[in-house]
Structures are given as structure tokens and as C-alpha cells.
């Protein structure tokens, strides 16, 4: 009777242990369980300490409130010019209500994968070949607002879609390279051209200029010389007319007519010495032996001058 007390209280401790450890759940964070009561929703525990009421509340859902990053499978998608797209990305989501996530969908993930690839395939054959390497942020802003209308009914937020990989065929690849490389040496051509035009334009401006300054130079070396000799014709012109107002106030002092008609009669004589020195014949005034009267002849001239 002893052994059978001893086993009676051994089970209803371990009985004991067992409604104690059926009621109460400790729920670490950002995380969330779903109870059931006799197989109908009850509550949704949240993170801490939670006491259910055991064999009549159980677990039924364990979700994770973290963020998480869904690889969605590669798939071909045609674009709107018929070509070929191997599209690999990827997806991140979070629940946001646990009692939907549960109930609303049998498989949010899998819900979530096929609605991203049917709405990827949809935006890629709207677009042309090109367009889908240009316009990755429409393609992945559209794909989020799609499935985000849909993902609500889960109990699920789709954060953002990412696109990993955009693969044509190889043949199309080949001719992307080769349209590029030709690309290229255009922008090369187009711009070596740029360069041999902007140089002529430039030796062009570099002659123009340089012509104008030496234009500009000649003609103010010509105003130089032309002011220079109107300078020295002026000077020279008063500087005669100076000499001529001297020799004519000499004249009117006393002696000065003296002094004239000897100066005459040196330079008359001068003269016929030069001429007979420079030349073989020599004309010889019918009146030379009268000196006198040559003088006088040249004294009368110099009068009639004045």
C-alpha cells in the first residue's frame, strides 16, 4: 500500500507539472502565437508571459513579426518586343497580424511567390528590352504595390521587391555588346571631329586676331610716320622762316647791304670755280672782266626779291 501511494503522488506530480507547463507560455519577442479554443480562434499571444487554459486552448500558430527575405524562383518573362528575360529577385515581408496570416491564406509564402512572378511577368511584357535595364525602380515600386493590395487579406506587409538579375539569350547579349561597342566609336568619332573643328576654329580666331593687331600696328606705325613728318616738315618750315625774318632784320641793321652784296659776290664766284672744276666747257659772261657790273646785276636781282 506504501509503493502504491508513493506511485499515486509521483503521477499527479507529474500530472501537475504538465498543467503547469501547458499553462503558461513565455513568447520571446517580436513574435506571436495563435490560440485556439476547441478548435476556434481565440487569441493571439503576444510577446512575455501568456497562461492558456490546457487541453482546452492550444498552440495552432507560431508566426515570426521579424522581417524576412523571400527568394522569389528565377523565371523567363517575354518582353513587349518578344524577347526572352530571365528574371531572378527578391522579396521581403513582414506579418503584420498573425490571426490572418493563419486563417487568411492556406500558404502566404507560396501566395506571396506566385503573385510576385505573375505580376513581374505582367510589368516585363509591357516594356521593350531595353526599358526593363532602364526602369528597375518602376519595375520593383509596381511589384510591391500589386502584391501589397493582395498581401493585406494575409495578414502580410510587403516592404520592397529587388530585382537580382536581368539574363537575355545569348544571341541577344552578342548584340547588345556589339550595338554598344558601335556606340562607342560614334561618341569617339563624334567626338575627335568636335575636337579637329573647335581646333580650326580656334587657328581660325588665332590668325583673325593676329591679323587685326598687325593691321592695327601698320596703321598706327603709318599715323606714327605720317605725325613724324608733318612734325619735321612744320619744324623744317619754321626753322626757314625763323632764318629768313634773321637774315632779313640783319639786312635793315647798319653794314647789313654791305654784307648781302659780298656774300653774293663770294657765292658768284664760287659758283664759276665749281663749274669749271665738274665740267669740260665752261660759258664765260661777255662781262667778266667787269666784275663790278656782274655784282651790281646780282644786287639788283636780290632787290626785286625783297
Not at 500530472?15 to 481565440?42: C, D, M, S, W
Not at 505582367?122 to 501589397?148: C, P, Q, W, Y
Not at 658768284?268 to 664765260?284: C, E, G, H, M, P
Amino acid at each position: 500500500m506504501e509503493i502504491s501511494s508513493g506511485m499515486v503522488a509521483l503521477v499527479f506530480f507529474i500530472i501537475a507539472l504538465v498543467f503547469i507547463f501547458k499553462t503558461i507560455n513565455v513568447v520571446p519577442q517580436q513574435h506571436a502565437l495563435v490560440v485556439e479554443r476547441l478548435g476556434k480562434y481565440h487569441a493571439t499571444l503576444g510577446p512575455g508571459l501568456n497562461i492558456v487554459v490546457p487541453f482546452i486552448d492550444r498552440i495552432a500558430y507560431k508566426h515570426s513579426l521579424k522581417e524576412i527575405p523571400l527568394d522569389v524562383p528565377p523565371q523567363v518573362c517575354i518582353t513587349r518586343d518578344n524577347t526572352q528575360l530571365q528574371v531572378d529577385g527578391i522579396l521581403y515581408f513582414q506579418v503584420t497580424d498573425a490571426m490572418r496570416a493563419s486563417y487568411g491564406s492556406s500558404n502566404y509564402i507560396q501566395a506571396i511567390t506566385q503573385l510576385a512572378q505573375t505580376t513581374l511577368r505582367s510589368v516585363i511584357g509591357k516594356m521593350e528590352l531595353d526599358k526593363t535595364f532602364e526602369e528597375r525602380d518602376h519595375i520593383n515600386t509596381t511589384i510591391v504595390n500589386a502584391i501589397d493590395e493582395s498581401a493585406a487579406n494575409w495578414g502580410v506587409k510587403v516592404l520592397r521587391y529587388e530585382i537580382k538579375d536581368l539574363t537575355p539569350p545569348a544571341e541577344i547579349l552578342h548584340a547588345m555588346q556589339r550595338q554598344i561597342t558601335a556606340e562607342r566609336e560614334k561618341r569617339a568619332l563624334i567626338a575627335a571631329s568636335e575636337g579637329r573643328r573647335q581646333e580650326q576654329i580656334n587657328i581660325a580666331s588665332g590668325e583673325r586676331e593676329a591679323s587685326i593687331a598687325r593691321s592695327e600696328g601698320e596703321r598706327q606705325a603709318s599715323i606714327n610716320r605720317a605725325q613724324g613728318e608733318a612734325s619735321a616738315i612744320v619744324a623744317l618750315a619754321e626753322a626757314s622762316a625763323t632764318a629768313l625774318r634773321q637774315v632779313g632784320a640783319a639786312i635793315q641793321e647798319p653794314g647789313g647791304q654791305d654784307a648781302v652784296n659780298l656774300r653774293v659776290a663770294e657765292e658768284y664766284v664760287d659758283a664759276f670755280r665749281n663749274l669749271a672744276k665738274t665740267n669740260n666747257s665752261l660759258i664765260v659772261p661777255a662781262n667778266m672782266g667787269d666784275m663790278s657790273s656782274v655784282i651790281a646785276s646780282a644786287l639788283q636781282i636780290v632787290k626785286s626779291q625783297k
